[in-house]
């Protein structure tokens, strides 16, 4: 779900808590490890859809500005462009106006369109979707694997 521009995803972690019911592992962490098994992914559809938009020039900043974070309570993860450097708080208009677009005019600019990529679209679409369930049965195997081997 989006919340302003970030991509928010919550999810339901009951199927996978039913099947590591067995092991010793608590719910809040369940559903810490289900979502950051969904929020790296959604952070890399949004890499991969900034390398495979139409740019003309170096990605490498932008791509290497989405990350994810996981919020304590363990239930939400946010995924955004993040500030490489302290100093440098450009990042995030910068993605938003790359991904949504831009309408002009300036003082500067009388006449111009920054048309949108939709690159963050494409990783809200990925985490509204469900397509991460792929990723969440590894996670529930390799669980099961630790603990019935």
Do not use: C
């Not at 928010?8 to 369940?30: C, G, N, R, Y």
């Amino acid at each position: 779900m989006a919340t302003g521009q970030l991509i928010t995803a919550q999810i339901d972690v009951s199927p996978v808590q039913e099947a590591l019911a067995e092991t010793s592992k608590s719910l809040k962490s369940i559903q810490r490890a289900t979502l950051r098994v969904v929020a790296r992914a959604t952070a890399g559809k949004v890499r991969a859809a900034i390398i495979q938009s139409d740019l003309h020039v170096r990605t490498g900043e932008l791509r290497k500005a989405y990350t994810y974070k996981l919020k304590r309570s363990g239930n939400e993860a946010i995924v955004f462009p993040r500030a490489l450097t302290s100093g440098d708080r450009t990042i995030f208009p910068k993605a938003m106006t790359l991904s949504y677009g831009h309408n002009g005019p300036t003082k500067r600019f009388r006449n111009w369109r920054i048309t949108p990529r939709g690159f963050v679209q494409r990783g809200q679409e990925y985490a509204e979707n469900g397509n991460y369930m792929d990723e969440v049965q590894k996670l529930i195997d390799k669980e099961l694997e630790k603990y019935w081997s």
